[in-house]
T-cell receptor
Framework: NAGVTQTPKFQVLKTGQSMTLQCAQD?????MYWYRQDPGMGLRLIYY???????DKGEVPNGYNVSRLNKREFSLRLESAAPSQTSVYFC????????????FGQGTRLTVV | DQQVKQNSPSLSVQEGRISILNCDYT??????FLWYKKYPAEGPTFLIS?????DKNEDGRFTVFLNKSAKHLSLHIVPSQPGDSAVYFC?????????????FGKGTKLTVNP
């Protein structure tokens, strides 16, 4: 049982380059999330998807786009990377209602130079 | 404006003693509170939760207390073990258009000394 799988695990980008972070879950969860973690800032929500076909902005959505491709997959795209987007990115999924325990992937460490 | 606050960035305790991690929140719509544990280079993992209709939930060495009037919750670890050394995140959820959106605090780094 893989849980939440993120790819890639590490990435270095040059300023202005674009890339897509992939996330897939095999737990049949309805909700999926993208967070970033920065030192001293904790986990901040970028975007989330309550169900297939819906996406909503979180606390720090600027510079990102997302796609809920199907129930399993939720991707995060950086169209024009900036050094301020250097961070560790976590994808998570959860069921709705009670038991909103979220399951996290291992993270993607992104450096923008 | 941060809705979930963990005001202690770090905490150090001796093995066998009690660890108490605190969390305050501002949004009265939160109906579910969770604690996550995170080791370096890993994703956070769920530890324990409590719904807003309860004031205490216990799971082995871990107990979470909720004081709704004070908008405060705490995680007690008794007895603390070196393997408990990690960053602990408090999180809260509120109904949001049919989904539960999770909001996290900044985390508290717990160090348990042998």
């Amino acid at each position: 049982n893989a849980g939440v799988t993120q790819t890639p695990k590490f990435q270095v980008l040059k300023t202005g380059q674009s890339m897509t972070l992939q996330c897939a879950q095999d737990m049949n969860h309805n909700s999926m999330y993208w967070y970033r973690q920065d030192p001293g800032m904790g986990l901040r929500l970028i975007y989330y998807s309550a169900s297939e076909g819906t996406t909503d902005k979180g606390e720090v959505p600027n510079g990102y786009n997302v796609s809920r491709l199907n129930k399993r997959e939720f991707s995060l795209r950086l169209e024009s990377a900036a050094p301020s987007q250097t961070s560790v990115y976590f994808c998570a999924s959860s069921d709705q209602g009670w038991g909103t325990e979220a399951f996290f992937g291992q993270g993607t460490r992104l450096t923008v130079v | 404006d941060q809705q979930v606050k963990q005001n202690s960035p770090s905490l150090s305790v001796q093995e066998g003693r009690i660890s108490i991690l605190n969390c305050d929140y501002t949004n009265s719509m939160f109906d579910y509170f969770l604690w996550y544990k995170k080791y370096p280079a890993e994703g956070p993992t769920f530890l324990i939760s409590i719904s807003s209709i309860k004031d205490k939930n216990e799971d082995g060495r871990f107990t979470v207390f909720l004081n709704k009037s004070a908008k405060h919750l705490s995680l007690h670890i008794v007895p603390s073990q070196p393997g408990d050394s990690a960053v602990y995140f408090c999180a809260a959820s509120a109904p949001q258009g049919g989904s539960e959106k999770l909001v996290f605090g900044k985390g508290t780094k717990l160090t348990v000394n042998p």
